[in-house]
């Protein structure tokens, strides 16, 4: 079992930063990938950016250039820090541990609300 507990969010204007975290506990050598997931009002939830194990990062167009995801190993935390937010980056974040054995992100963290005003 993988637990994610996640941190950061909250409210920032236009053109502000912020960061979120995840720390990871359990059985993470079953992991290969880490990733930030959100979800707007009504909209479906949608992958925002990845981190592998080996360190690889991908991003959504959406977010290039803004976001940066990184790890710190030693601490088993993934970040996600947010600049140049714009109000369309307003949803409630997830972080995601991809099981190596399936591919699939099926253990996933509270949610942390990120709201951009304008």
């Known amino acids: 079992q993988v637990q994610l507990v996640e941190s950061g969010g909250g409210l920032v204007q236009a053109g502000g930063s912020l960061r979120l975290s995840c720390a990871a506990s359990?059985?993470?050598?079953?992991?290969?990938?880490m990733g930030w997931h959100r979800q707007a009002p009504g909209k479906q939830r949608e992958l925002v950016a990845l981190?592998?194990?080996?360190?690889?990062?991908g991003y959504i167009d959406d977010v290039k250039g803004r976001f940066t995801i990184s790890r710190d190993n030693a601490k088993n935390t993934v970040y996600l820090q947010m600049n140049s937010l714009e109000p369309e980056d307003t949803a409630v974040y997830y972080c995601?541990?991809?099981?190596?054995?399936?591919?699939?992100?099926?253990?996933w963290g509270q949610g942390t609300q990120v709201t951009v005003s304008s």
């Open positions: 995601a541990a991809r099981r190596s054995s399936s591919g699939r992100y099926d253990t």
């Open positions: 359990g059985s993470i050598f079953s992991i290969d990938a």
């Open positions: 981190i592998t194990s080996e360190g690889m990062a």
